[in-house]
T-cell receptor
Framework: DTGVSQDPRHKITKRGQNVTFRCDPISEHNRLYWYRQTLGQGPEFLTYFQNEAQLEKSRLLSDRFSAERPKGSFSTLEIQRTEQGDSAMYLC????????????FGSGTQLSVL | GIQVEQSPPDLILQEGANSTLRCNFSDSVNNLQWFHQNPWGQLINLFYIPSGTKQNGRLSATTVATERYSLLYISSSQTTDSGVYFCAVGFILTGGGNKLTFGTGTQLKVEL
């Protein structure tokens, strides 16, 4: 069990550029979540996958955000036309499912939009 | 939406001291989890505790769901306990997933 892995750890980009983050969940976990955390706040839910199906999206997830989990394993989160307000820590979490809903978080990707 | 309030917001302890952190929530929930976010940003799940009491080493947690609160006890605190403690209440989503709403956090600093 290597835990939830996220890449990159840090990303600096210019406003208007597109960025993509990757998350590798714990291998036997079939549920995967994306959260966003800004300075001084707790994480906020963005979206969740059951295997490859995206089953829930928050209103925080604007049209510029898209997430995929093509084979039910790793997931990507893409932000198009980044804005300064997108600067935050993007956290991925996974859970085993089947009623075992303890969430395990990765180390996150810190995004800075200049 | 549901409100999740934690107290105290900040806490400074001498190494070896004990403390109690509280989490109040405004509505019924499916489950509750406690997390420790260390100074490097890593969120560690301490407890999945929808009700009752659990213990793990120097930490224990109690949730009284009917009264909408949870407590986290830290005994014999160590400098490595420093960081932010979050409680998060969970709601089951379509397909069985668990959407967490995080509280306001307690910033803990343990000094030598």
């Amino acid at each position: 069990d290597t835990g939830v892995s996220q890449d990159p750890r840090h990303k600096i980009t210019k406003r208007g550029q597109n960025v993509t983050f990757r998350c590798d969940p714990i291998s036997e976990h079939n549920r995967l979540y994306w959260y966003r955390q800004t300075l001084g706040q707790g994480p906020e839910f963005l979206t969740y996958f059951q295997n490859e199906a995206q089953l829930e999206k928050s209103r925080l997830l604007s049209d510029r955000f898209s997430a995929e989990r093509p084979k039910g394993s790793f997931s990507t989160l893409e932000i198009q036309r980044t804005e300064q307000g997108d600067s935050a820590m993007y956290l991925c979490a996974s859970s085993l499912g089947g009623g075992r809903e303890k969430l395990f978080f990765g180390s996150g990707t810190q995004l800075s939009v200049l | 939406g549901i409100q999740v309030e934690q107290s105290p917001p900040d806490l400074i302890l001498q190494e070896g001291a004990n403390s109690t952190l509280r989490c109040n929530f405004s509505d019924s929930v499916n489950n509750l989890q406690w997390f420790h976010q260390n100074p490097w940003g890593q969120l560690i799940n301490l407890f999945y505790i929808p009700s009752g009491t659990k213990q793990n080493g120097r930490l224990s947690a109690t949730t009284v769901a009917t009264e909408r609160y949870s407590l986290l006890y830290i005994s014999s605190s160590q400098t490595t306990d420093s960081g932010v403690y979050f409680c998060a209440v969970g709601f089951i989503l379509t397909g069985g997933g668990n959407k967490l709403t995080f509280g306001t956090g307690t910033q803990l600093k343990v000094e030598l």
